[in-house]
Nanobody, 125 residues
Framework: QVQLVESGGGLVQAGGSLRLSCSASGRTFSSYVMGWFRQAPGKEREFVAAIRKSGGMTYYADSVKGRFTISRDNAKNTVYLQMNSLKPEDTAVYYC??????????????????WGQGTQVTVSS
């Protein structure tokens, strides 16, 4: 059974940093695109970042570009999201996900088959 478990969320002041981790089990995901999405209260879930299997190609939402960095450790079946210069508008539940097809772009959540339970990130002003 595939399981994704996020950790690292919490409360931080604006300008601070957090590092999210997502540990995958039940399958080796080294050949899959892994991504992070977030959902703020009252809003739809949105794409944050994605990383290709080799780790060489990464993609970011414009709102986080230059502040967030996605990385992965295939040996540990883990993907990370380093979040710097956090803003109150980054407050959301953050989800990691694994993409299992090429029908959708890496930005589109419809292409992601496996999801974690989410971790709350709250940025105070």
């Amino acid at each position: 059974q595939v399981q994704l478990v996020e950790s690292g969320g919490g409360l931080v002041q604006a300008g601070g940093s957090l590092r999210l981790s997502c540990s995958a089990s039940g399958r080796t995901f080294s050949s899959y695109v892994m991504g992070w999405f977030r959902q703020a209260p009252g809003k739809e879930r949105e794409f944050v970042a994605a990383i290709r299997k080799s780790g060489g190609m990464t993609y970011y939402a414009d709102s986080v570009k230059g502040r967030f960095t996605i990385s992965r450790d295939n040996a540990k079946n883990t993907v990370y999201l380093q979040m710097n210069s956090l803003k109150p508008e980054d407050t959301a539940v953050y989800y990691c996900a694994v993409k299992d097809n090429d029908y959708y772009s890496d930005y589109d959540e419809r292409g992601y088959a496996y999801w974690g339970q989410g971790t709350q990130v709250t940025v105070s002003s």
